[in-house]
């Protein structure tokens, strides 16, 4: 079992910038991939970015390239996921996933994560 605590979430303007923090304890394999997914008001959750935590290989949404930036701490078992140039679409809850499987690709669907944090909310203003 893996357990994920995120933490970070609020309210800014749009332009602005925040930090998604993932805290992650139980059985985290060496294979395992952190993904960050959010969810707005009546849409379907969707992907926003990935690491291979053992590599720190990443890998985004396009909506997200180049303003998102993910990131881990080996040592702290924990995943960030800094938000620049914040837009009001960005408004969702942020969900940090887990998954222990030894991918060959990189899994960008929901039902490819095993473990899943309470989510956090971030709310950006126009």
């Known amino acids: 079992q893996v357990q994920l605590v995120e933490s970070g979430g609020g309210l800014v303007q749009a332009g602005g910038s925040l930090r998604l923090s993932c805290a992650a304890s139980g059985r985290i394999f060496s294979t395992a991939i952190m993904g960050w997914f959010r969810q707005a008001p009546e849409k379907d959750r969707e992907f926003v970015a990935g690491i291979k935590f053992s590599s720190g290989s990443t890998y985004y949404a396009d909506s997200v390239k180049g303003r998102f930036d993910v990131s881990r701490d080996n040592a702290k078992n924990t995943v960030y996921l800094q938000m620049n140039s914040l837009k009001p679409d960005d408004t969702a809850v942020y969900y940090c996933?887990?998954?222990?499987?030894?991918?060959?690709?990189?899994?960008?669907?929901?039902?490819?994560?095993?473990?899943w944090g309470q989510g956090t909310q971030v709310t950006v203003s126009s």
């Open positions: 996933a887990a998954s222990n499987r030894d991918w060959r690709v990189q899994p960008a669907r929901a039902d490819d994560y095993d473990y």
